[in-house]
């Protein structure tokens, strides 16, 4: 067969961080980084620090020839500044004999967001001076490492370190302020360049920078990349584009910040943190560039949407959930978005070698006695190997692709439970194995490519001949079943193993008589709930069916209904069941539970019960919606809830009233049944009853609705004399005068998370409730 192989001298590696896999958080004189304050006690990670060598020999063993790792700048400089730790820089000695002694060449980052804290307490990377501090850091360790060490990247992903570490503050030091993300990523920047220019002066030969890549597209492109877009799409992903990539390409390559984001620069944190003379030094003369791809971003115009606190700016511009297969983190699988991305740097940026320094999979893997058997993983890379070498043939000049990760690690704010490592770690013992993606990749380093198509998918008969038993055997191995001797089960098992066959649900079916079909039962939706319904069946169904499932959909709706549904599901006519919305007290949840097949539920039920299901954060929304209106000076806070049997509104309540008590405000509630009408009359009732009420936070969007017209009624300006908040974020909540606050309760997200859900259980797998978390959406309503 003949095979896709990549350029001599192609470079097959692994990428790590620092903080991700050292430990020894406090050896050597190291000092603390925003990291250790940001998530303590997070433990030893990988103990790498300690267990370099055995780490370096993993890679030997695998043939990678290069290894990008990152240097821990508070290792080197526990002040930040100041005297140079010897001590720390020798364990990066060390680590670069050993590397090179092994064969694999060192690609050393200086900055992988373990920013000293000492730096931190002085104002950080919003603070010009850490920049100058950080090119005195780089001559530091280039000077000690710079004899073996030849190929350099500054910084890793600056739009993280600046965007989440500053913006949103979901990463450390988890400021929250537009102004200082875009400080920060200025500041990173500027550090970059005189980093550069340091190094190169001491002689440095290749120097790089890593940038993160999830090229823009809208939902459609997602299926058919060549899609047209109107000119409201096409403005709403050039403004992200600008955001997360030209803002840091095109200073570092061309020397100037696009036109279109200077604006958006401005309006949020001026332009005076950009002296001249800054653009020169950040634009240095580049020998390659890092690109990290994991998934797209995916947008669309939204007119009403508030910006999202990552990318301040992006007001107008809605991201999207898309209905693909996505590995454990939620981020879409999509190879086919790499080519595009890789022919377009080579283009616009002509003369600049590229390289894949991040590209990987969150899958959760299970261990067993015969190893470790992450196909998903091997074959998330094997498409987007694929794709870069599709790139390559279209004259992308990409000269490398390194995996992320070798090892399972410490994955920043989502601590262990993360699993992008090609070798699996125990973190009680940190004894390391390798997983059959390891083994996978070592084989793809050694011919240096990849047969030219996929090989067609082994079957039932391949294995049942390969391994000399009949199909039957094959199907009872497959599906676990006592009945088969150890000597038959192992010889199945290897075959399965060299064949890499993935067992399918014909497989299973052959014992287990599954039937391959789902039903989708809808009792009554409650108010309201109509949008979420729709939403659902829509998603629910289309990854039901990619997954391979058919899908039935049953009404729930009367007594006669419920003994109809129960009797398909008892009849074994379906082997999985998603119900929704939650059905109000009543025994259809229970009855289907008792069958033993396989359920999920759209929201918590009423009675506490095993069957898990989705759900979203209503207390953290009330909480967070009457945060807001305190925050806003509002001091007379009530609230209008319905219907009053739901878990939903239950939970709304509590959340406002906790938040309502910690600001000492004694808590109103007033119920209503959940239509606009009925919470107008009860606002109406709440102004009569507080006349010193400034606020009303609704416990969905209609009954905000009906709150507005209450105030119109009675003469009262919104907001100037009543904020006025809802729940839901549905199409409502943008469509009123003035436009509502809300909570963005995730609509998609639920509908994937109740999909993979069920799937899991229908694979055995041990699962338990899920609840996502929703978003304070802040608009007019609010003052
Ligand atoms: C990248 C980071 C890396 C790791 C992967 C999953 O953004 O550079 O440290 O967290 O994502």
Known sequence: MSRASFPEGFVWGVSTSAYQIEGAASADGRGPSIWDTFSTGQGDACGHYHRYREDVRLM???????????????RVLPEGSGEVNEAGLDFYDRLVDELLAA???????????????????????????????????????????????????TVNEPWVAAFLGYGSGIHAPGRRSAADAFRAAHHLLLGHGLAARVMREAGARDIGAVLNFTPVMTPAQVRDPGRALSDEDAEAVARIDALVHRQFLEPMLRGAYPADLLPVVERHAGLGHLRDGDLDAIAQPLDLLGVNYYT???????????????????????????PTAVTAMG????PDALPPLLRRLTREYPGLELMITENGADFAD????????????????????RAVHAAVEEGADVRGYLVWTLLDNLEWADGYQRKFGLVHVDF??????????????????????????????????????????????VSRVVNGEASVSP???????RAVRELGYVPNAAARSLVTRRTDSVALVLSVPAQGGDALVSAVVQYVTSVLEAAGKRITLMLADTAESHRRVTAHVEAGLADGVVLLPPERPGPLTERLARTGVPMVLLGRPPVASLVPYVDVDHAGGAAAVTRHLLATGRRGIGMLCGPMDLPATQERIAGYREAALAAGLQPVVVPADGTPGSGAAAAARLLDDHPGLDAIVAASDRLAVGALRAAREAGQLVPGDLAVAGFGDGDVASATTPALTTVRVPVADQALALARLLLSRMEGR??????????????????
Not at 331 to 334: A, L, N, R, S, Y
Request: hydrophobic letters at 40%; aromatic letters at 10%.
């Open 296 to 322: 797209p971003s995916v947008v669309q115009a939204q007119p009403s949407e508030p910006a999202d606190p990552a990318f301040p700016g992006s007001e107008g511009v809605l991201f999207c959930t898309v």
């Open 428 to 473: 009680a013992t940190q004894r390391r194995r390798l997983k059959d993606s390891a083994l996978w990749y070592r084989d793809l380093v050694r011919r240096n490519g990849l047969p030219e198509s996929r090989p067609k998918r082994p079957t039932l008969e391949t294995v049942a001949a390969r391994a000399g038993v009949s199909r039957a055997t």
């Open 103 to 153: 064969g694999v060449a060192p690609y050393a980052t200086l900055y992988h967001w373990d920013l000293p804290q000492a730096l931190e307490d002085r104002g950080g990377w919003p603070e010009r001076d850490t920049a100058y501090r950080f090119a005195d850091y780089a001559a530091a360790v280039h000077a000690r490492l710079g004899d073996r060490v030849r190929t350099w990247f």
């Open 60 to 74: 030997r063993d695998l043939g990678l020839a290069a290894y990008r790792f990152s240097v821990s700048w508070p």
């Open 366 to 385: 299970t261990v067993t006695p015969d190893g470790i058997h992450d196909v998903e993983r091997a074959r998330f890379v094997e498409e987007h190997v």
């Open 487 to 493: 000597e038959v089960r192992a010889e199945v098992m």
């Open 331 to 334: 981020w879409p699988i999509v």
């Open 766 to 783: 041990h699962t338990t409730s899920v609840v996502l978390p929703v978003r304070l959406v802040v608009r007019a309503s609010t003052g």
